[in-house]
């Protein structure tokens, strides 16, 4: 699987936007983008993925560059509840590849 | 409507003795997969079934640890001859499929020591 490079800590304020930064610049054509967060004691859960257009839902927003060789995740409006490890992972496109390969990703720390 | 759900939350066992794991997986999904997790580590891919069968268990570290699907919903993860080594979380999670869109649902997990 292809590497991803995240950087281990970030820190905001409760109600500001957070900006979540991924480099994978050895991302193949059929790679997809995903993002899974893993809150305290909790295992991981599904942020938001995509392949090469931007992508919104209610939880995120996924930036993708145009060269694909990095994203963004957005966090809009951070909260308490979205202090948690955030993981950027590429995942083989195909129905023959099942499994995560997850990183260190990157400690969230929301202040109040 | 229910997660998936893994029991014991807990388990002390200490070096050499067999111990097992189970995951109840989210009704009706077909892709079932098992990680570990150490402490400070991302969870790491161990093995992963579509229905019964395996489809790719290269994350199994050695032949100390098998897994077993037999009725294509509960899964247990079975460890013999258990070594402080072992000593993780480990996580199970299903999906409706194994396709690019299919979101990984993960249980709370098991935490194992061994002693």
């Known amino acids: 699987d292809a590497k991803t490079t995240q950087p281990n800590s970030m820190e905001s304020n409760e109600e500001e936007p957070v900006h979540l930064p991924c480099n994978h610049s050895t991302i193949s054509g059929t790679d997809y983008i995903h993002w899974y967060r893993q809150l305290p004691s909790q295992g991981p859960e599904y942020v938001i993925h995509?392949?090469?257009s931007n992508v919104n839902n209610r939880m995120a927003s996924l930036a993708i560059a145009e060269d694909r060789k990095s994203s963004t995740l957005i966090l809009h409006r951070a909260t308490l509840r979205d202090a948690a490890v955030y993981y950027c992972?590429?995942?083989?496109?195909?129905?023959?590849?099942?499994?995560?390969?997850f990183g260190q990703g990157t400690i969230l720390t929301v202040h109040p | 409507g229910a997660g998936v759900s893994q029991t014991p939350s807990n388990k002390v066992t200490e070096k050499g003795k067999y111990v097992e794991l189970r995951c109840d997986p989210i009704s009706g999904h077909t892709a079932l997969y098992w990680y570990r997790q150490s402490l400070g580590q991302g969870p790491e891919f161990l093995i992963y079934f579509q229905g019964t069968g395996a489809a790719d268990d290269s994350g199994l570290p050695n032949d100390r640890f098998f897994a077993v699907r037999p009725e294509g919903s509960v899964s247990t993860l079975k460890i013999q001859r258990t070594e402080r080594g072992d000593s993780a979380v480990y996580l199970c999670?299903?999906?409706?499929?194994?396709?690019?869109?299919?979101?990984?649902?993960f249980g709370p997990g098991t935490r194992l020591t061994v002693l």
């Open positions: 999670a299903s999906s409706l499929g194994q396709g690019d869109g299919n979101e990984q649902f």
């Open positions: 992972i590429l995942r083989a496109g195909g129905t023959s590849y099942g499994k995560l390969t």
């Open positions: 995509g392949l090469t």
